[in-house]
């Protein structure tokens, strides 16, 4: 089968992503690859789709365990015999799993690198017929890495005991040392390198000052009470706190760090994956484990490390190609209260790096140049192009105004109360709190108290933190950061210099999708709860019935028919059998509820390459139908198997093709398979052919099914 054919049926997308097409047919070559692409740009389908084509099996390696079951359901959602060995299952399931190995049942085995190196699995492994060997998360196995597993290290032998096997290595995070480092561990020969973009054209990066952040992120979640979120935290404290912050004001949301228990902590991931709760707050200890499709914004409370880890944490949202936010709030008190930490470190070279992190960090955040422009910068990219549409600098722009008087005020008040206090402290004295410490400081008797009443808090705050970044006033000291004034300071006090500030205004953050979402949002709190519903039933994420961008393309269509249904993206044969009816029904009462018709899918989806390479061969079969030749004389003069043109003839009735099964299987027969199959449901015909027995073929009751499918929607 070509490569379309086998996108569209098993995972239901009509279009490669970038560099899938060519990496899959470096792979199809029995060539060793090497993959450098961020998350969420689909590297798994790179070695799926040719574990398809391949007559052997593909065996994946992976250290995230907790992940497998999850990969694997996915992979058996779409239809694609699938398994994993590791140490969480019994003797038993094991030795069942391997005899289906044997028995050349499993397309795709999913194991970790302690399991596969043990001399009796080897042994096992070299007893199979492996196709391809595909190492996942290959960063691991180099020491310059930020995630090195020593177990990775041993994987170097598996080119001396599979020395024709092909392997694919595949990574997100990796430098170009690391990257040198895998081809050589794995001992990759003349392997080919793709590298994708950095670049993740569907995050929104933005970073708000730190004022009173629990608010501000109360304010937020506002906009979204149903998504999927992460907040990061840096101390188990933190963490602790604004998880149960959060639950007071009714959100679900969970906490996550070392300081829990193992099985603590994976029942909280668990119950973020399955949608049970939107939140997980979290230290950065989470994340690297997680496949979660739908997470549409990861919020960082604190500052994180390094622009590096920045990128991964961020890259945690949208990995299914959805808008999704990432706001990184900024307070300089943070950045002392790093500093201090950094302090502490012993290793003199650790605490040059660590304060090169910061810096570059500190930058990236006080910078009015793109974001976007700047990570991407960071990993050695060039972003072209003004405006990248998804930063809050490019989408923000400040508005300035004559702030001088205001600077005068905050700069003269530093200078009186003899430049011994930070931020917060000026902020009360312009205010003319009747603040303790000011009133004990007798700081109410000078004459900048109070008068800042026409600005609020927060409005100085950001003023105070401009001047900083101008370098009108500096932030000193280690704990408690104190402002001191600048000898750029003296001509703005004299008068003598202008300084111009963002205007003040306090806004609502800017919310992300409404314009360019235009899906049925009704509709689609109705298909989510329907998923949720189908997904607990058979214990499974959600993501695995349909991913959300799925469940969006259908409330902006409403597919009424498995004929339009199945031109949804991520709709693939296997899940439209098994969810297909649900899903339409659910549609279709909506629509009549609110008198909606559907619309027509986009062009671009019927005339993709998909339709065009997979016509010439099955338009071949419809032309020898129309001759009216029966499927038996079809599959002789063509030289092909009766199976593949009952499969043409599938797909050409899915596309609608008028096509009459009639003379390909009588009515009385037809009528007892419709009954089985109503009792039986679509999705696995093994149970249907047992119950009908051996005077019906498989063909035949594909035919009668693929009817049914039509019928069901078009009622
Ligand atoms: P990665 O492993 O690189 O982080 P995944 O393999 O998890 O990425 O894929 C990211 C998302 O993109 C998944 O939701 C996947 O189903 C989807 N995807 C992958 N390839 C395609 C494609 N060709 N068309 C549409 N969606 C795709
Ligand atoms: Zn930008």
């Not at 595909?134 to 177990?151: K, L, N, Q, T, V």
């Not at 509709?523 to 994420?541: C, H, I, N, S, Y």
Request: net charge neutral; charged share 25%.
């Amino acid at each position: 089968m070509l490569m379309y054919d086998l996108l569209q049926k098993y995972f239901g997308y009509t279009s490669f992503y970038p560099l899938q097409e060519d990496i899959i047919k470096e792979v199809l070559e029995h060539r060793d690859v090497f993959v450098l692409m961020p998350t969420g740009s689909g590297k798994s389908l790179c070695y799926q789709l040719p574990a398809l084509l391949f007559s052997g099996v593909t065996i994946v390696v992976s250290p995230l365990i907790a992940l497998m079951k999850d990969q694997v359901d996915g992979l058996l959602a779409n239809g694609i015999p699938a398994t994993f060995i590791n140490s969480s299952l019994s003797y038993h399931e094991i030795d069942t799993r391997r005899q289906q190995l044997s028995n050349h049942e499993i397309k795709i085995l999913y194991v970790a690198p302690e399991r596969l190196l043990m001399s009796e699995f080897l042994e096992f492994v070299q007893g199979l017929k492996v196709s391809l060997f595909a190492i996942d998360e290959s960063h691991c196995i180099s020491e310059w890495g930020h995630d090195f597993r020593p177990e990775y290290r041993q994987l170097k032998i598996l080119k001396e005991i599979f020395p024709h096997i092909p392997v694919i290595a595949l990574t997100a995070t990796a430098t170009q040392v690391v990257q040198d480092d895998i081809i050589r561990q794995l001992k990759l020969s003349r392997c080919k390198v793709f590298r994708a973009s950095f670049n993740r054209k569907n995050l929104y990066y933005q970073i708000k000052p730190k004022q009173e952040p629990l608010r501000q992120i109360l304010q937020y979640l506002e906009g979204q009470r149903k998504d999927s979120g992460i907040i990061y935290c840096q101390s188990r404290k933190a963490v602790e706190n604004l998880a149960s912050g959060l639950q007071k004001k009714g959100y679900r949301a969970l906490p996550y760090h070392a300081g829990l228990t193992a099985e603590v902590r994976t029942e909280h991931q668990e119950r973020f994956i399955r949608d049970d709760v939107e939140i997980i707050v979290a230290t950065i200890a989470f994340g690297m484990g997680i496949d979660k499709p739908n997470v549409r914004y990861v919020i960082h409370y604190d500052l994180p490390k390094s622009i590096e880890g920045y990128y991964q944490e961020t890259g945690r949202a949208g990995r299914d190609g959805l808008p999704s936010e990432c706001i990184l709030f900024f307070s300089y008190a943070d950045k002392f209260k790093i500093e201090h930490f950094i302090q502490q470190k012993k290793d003199e070279n650790e605490k040059q790096i660590a304060y090169r992190q910061l810096r570059e960090l500190i930058t990236y955040c006080e910078s009015n140049v793109c974001r976007r422009k700047l990570l991407l910068a960071y990993f050695g990219e060039t972003f072209e192009g003004p405006n990248c549409g998804g930063c809050d600098v490019c989408l923000e722009p400040k508005e300035r105004f004559d702030g001088t008087i205001a600077a005068q005020k905050i700069l003269s008040c530093v200078y009186r109360t003899g430049e011994r206090f930070g931020i917060n402290y000026i902020v009360e004295v312009l205010l003319g709190t009747r603040n303790q410490k000011v009133l004990q400081n007798q700081h109410d008797t000078l004459k900048t108290y109070g008068v800042g009443k026409e600005y609020s808090r927060l409005q100085w705050q950001s003023f105070i933190r401009e001047l900083i970044q101008f370098g009108y006033l500096r932030l000193d000291g280690d704990e408690y950061p104190i402002l001191k004034l600048h000898e750029k300071s003296r001509p703005v006090l004299l008068g003598n210099e202008k300084v111009s500030l963002i205007k003040p205004e306090e806004k609502l953050p800017v919310q992300k999708t409404e314009e360019y979402e235009a899906y049925d949002h009704t509709l689609f709190e109705r298909l989510r709860t329907l998923r949720k519903t189908l997904a607990d039933q058979e214990g499974v994420p959600p993501y695995i019935i349909f991913h959300d961008t799925s469940l969006k393309e259908m409330t902006t269509y409403y597919p009424q028919s498995l004929l339009d249904l199945r031109k949804i993206s991520g709709v693939g044969d296997q899940k439209l059998m098994k969810h297909g009816k649900v899903f339409i029904k659910e549609i279709a009462d909506y629509c009549e509820q609110h008198h909606i018709m559907p619309k027509q899918i986009a062009q671009e989806h019927s005339e993709s390459p998909v339709k065009q390479t997979k016509y010439s061969t099955v338009q071949t079969t419809l032309g020898l139908y129309q001759q009216r030749l029966s499927i038996h004389e079809i599959a002789q003069k063509r030289g092909l198997a009766l199976s593949t043109i009952v499969s043409h003839l599938e797909k050409l009735i899915l596309n609608g093709e008028s096509i009459s099964i009639d003379g390909m299987v009588n009515s009385e027969k037809q009528n007892h398979i419709r009954e089985v199959l109503n009792k039986f449901g679509m999705d696995r015909l093994t149970p249907v052919k047992e119950k009908l027995g051996d005077g019906y073929s498989y063909e035949e009751i594909r035919l009668v099914r693929v009817k049914m499918m039509c019928e069901s929607g078009r009622k």
